[in-house]
């Protein structure tokens, strides 16, 4: 694990994180949920929990795309790779992924389907031009960061008029999946998690602004701290909730305060919503259904969606039952509560989506945290 | 995916167009989510796009952790492309 003393910043993080410990009212706990996967890498990479004091909790909170998108999408990926004449464009994150009977893309693709690895949905469209006799299908992901660069990539083929392009979409929507944790019933009565806070992620608020934010703190009294990515920056965000806490307010502040605005990025919010509208529901893996918390292609672009295309129509599997995936998606468990983890279940042979993704929080506790937690 | 780097923009390339530098590393990128962008800013990359623009101060921090531990980020970066081109 490396440690804040390699680096520069040290003196800094252990002033602030003196300052946690000091302002921490030892007579109430504080459960802060880090949305972002790459927060809790990070914080497990920093080994920044070694810092705080007990009663400050991190919860690990579903903002890993990878992690929770249910099986039976992944089921719909594999199906379309599978079709003759298709060329199936992916993020390299979603290869290892386990679908349904022990699919995954990678298996396809030994079996002969054409997955190709792409790093930008500019390469995808680059693909289709360079094989117009094959239908080149681009498997989109992400929350709001991943969706402008889809956008554009569907309007370039619509002004290139390729007609062997088309996007299988799953984009996903930051606040729609918090609101399902501060809310849903079906959540609820899974297992109520109590959070007191939340450390909001930068590059999503780069793109959505910090506006969306304000629902939650206006209605539901829960601050939120836009957190930057760097140790320190997460050290400062915890030590801001905490002093929002203790005075009992409950704002939007920011961090991250370099790129970050109350508006984002205009340019892109606008690529969005002319491509793009709310899917009445999208199923994720641990929170379930949630309405409007998804994105699909409108009307007008209908021909680059996939799955009208190909009819491809979404159906609802189970994955490994003894996986806690889903309950670790909500923080409800930890990923030692679970009898899978680092035994059959490690980043070499993943059997849930939390363990492919490094940012999932069953892979950062593998990395990371496991020897840790087995010394205590 | 998810990872998001700082890049410096070298040179504009075409309307929507630019080549950045990482490390030493030139790749080609879109810019068309940036206001006006302009060689010598750096802004935030990810998976091929600069999502906003950031300050030379802010950038050089993020590259001076990224250089102390060897970041997937980078690699991210130096590999980008490779595997759509690798078959005809």
Known sequence: ????????????????????????????????????????????????????????????????????????????????????GVILATYGDMLRVPGSSGQSLLKAKADGADIRMVYSTLDAVKLAQANPDREVIFFAIGFETTTPPTALA??????????????????????????????????????????????????????????????????????????????????????????????????????????????????????????????????????????????????????????????ETYVATEGNKACLCPAILRGAKKPTDCRLFGRACTPETPLGSCMVSSEGACAAYYTYGRMREAAQ | MCHALPVKIIALTGPDTAKVSLGGIVKEISVALIDDPRPGEYVVLHVGYALARIDEAEAERTLALLAAEGSDAVAEFAAAGEDAEARP
């Open chain 1, 1 to 84: 694990m490396k440690h804040l003393d390699e680096y520069r910043d040290a003196e800094t993080a252990r002033r602030i994180a003196a300052a946690i410990r000091r302002e921490a009212d030892i007579a109430r706990g504080y459960r802060l949920m880090e949305f972002c996967g790459g927060h809790t890498h990070a914080i497990f990479r920093y080994g920044i929990e070694d810092l705080l004091p007990a009663n400050i909790e991190m919860v690990h909170g579903p903002g890993c795309p990878v992690c929770v998108l249910p099986t039976g999408r992944l089921d719909m990926a594999i199906r379309l790779a599978r079709r003759a």
């Open chain 1, 154 to 311: 569907i309007e370039a083929a619509a002004r290139k008029a390729l007609a062997n392009f088309s996007v299988f979409c799953n984009h996903v929507l930051t606040p729609s999946a918090i609101a399902a944790i501060l809310e849903a019933p079906a959540v609820r009565e899974l297992d109520a998690v109590e959070i007191d806070g939340f450390l909001g992620p930068a590059y999503v608020s780069v793109v959505i602004g910090s506006q969306p934010y304000e629902f939650f703190a206006d209605e539901y009294r829960k601050p939120v701290v836009i957190s930057g990515f760097e140790p320190i920056d997460i050290l400062q965000s915890i030590l801001m909730l905490v002093r929002q806490l203790n005075a009992g307010r409950a704002e939007v502040e920011n961090q991250y305060i370099r790129a970050v605005t109350r508006d984002g990025n205009m340019r892109a919010k606008e690529a969005v919503s002319r491509i793009f509208e709310l899917r009445r529901d999208f199923e994720w893996r641990g929170l379930g259904h949630i309405p409007y918390s998804a994105l699909r292609l409108k009307d007008a672009y209908a021909a680059f969606d996939a799955e009208r295309r190909f009819n």
